[in-house]
C-alpha cells in the first residue's frame, strides 16, 4: 500500500496594502519583481486593497490571516514575512476627503493594532516590515482630483507626517520600517520622478520600492529552500526517487 505523499508546503510573503500595493502585479510591479525573486522558495501574495485605510485594514486583516489552519487560506505557520503598506488614503485632507481621512494618532494606533492581530496569528513582528506612504507631488495630483471633479485632497508635509508616524509605530513595535518619504527626497532628489500621477508609482518608483525592500526582506527569506530539485539532478532512469522524497 502506498503511504500517503506529504503536501508540499510554499513560504508565503504577504503584501497588505492601498492600491499601491493591489498594483503592484502590474508589469515592472513592486509585487511582482519580489514574487520573481523568490520563484521557486516562496509564494508572494498580494493583499492590496485599493482604497483603503489602516481603520478598514485592522478590521478585514483577521478575515485574510488565521492560527492556524482554516478556511482562510493564509496561516501562520507558512508566513515568512509581512508588508504592511498604508498612509497614502490615511493622510487624505479631512475636509476634502473625509472617506478616507484617518486622523494621525489613530493612524499610529492602527498600525500597532495590526502588528497585534498578526502576533495573535502567530506572525511576530520580526517578520514584518512597514512602508511608509511615498511622498506626493501636488501639482500632478491635483490634475487628477480636477479630473475627478473635486480639489486638491493631499498635501506632500502631511503625508511626511504620515510617513514620521509610521516610522515611530515601527520603532515602537520593534519591526523594520522602509521609509519612502524620505529616501525618495534624499538630498533633494527630484522625486517626481517615482510617481505617475503624483501620488501613485511609476515603472521608477516601482523599481526603488522593490530594490530597497529586498534589502530588508531577503533576511528574512535567505533561509528558505529551493523548493523541489534542479532539472538536471533529476534521475531520468528513477524520476520518484528524485520528485518523492522529502526535502
Known sequence: ???KLKTIVWPKVILFGDSITQFSFQPNGW?????NRLARKCDVVN????GYNSRWAKIV???????HSSDTDINNNNVAAVTVFFGANDCSLEDKNPQQ????????ENLKEIIRLLALAGVSADRVIFITPPPLHEPAWEKECILKGCPLNRHNSVAGQYAQACV????????????LWTLMQKDGQDYTVYLSDGLHLSEKGNQFVAQHLWG???????????ILPYWGDVDAKSPDSSLLCDQ
Not at 530588508?216 to 529551493?226: G, K, M, Q
Open 47 to 50: 493583499r492590496g486593497l485599493s
Open 216 to 226: 530588508l526582506l531577503e533576511s528574512r527569506v535567505a533561509h528558505l529552500p529551493f
Open 61 to 67: 486583516l483577521p478575515r485574510l490571516i488565521s492560527s
Open 101 to 108: 481621512h484617518i486622523p494621525l494618532q489613530e493612524y499610529s
Open 168 to 179: 515611530q509605530a515601527a520603532g515602537q513595535c520593534g519591526t523594520d520600517v522602509l521609509d
Open 31 to 35: 509585487g511582482a519583481d519580489i514574487a
Open 1 to 3: 500500500m502506498m503511504s
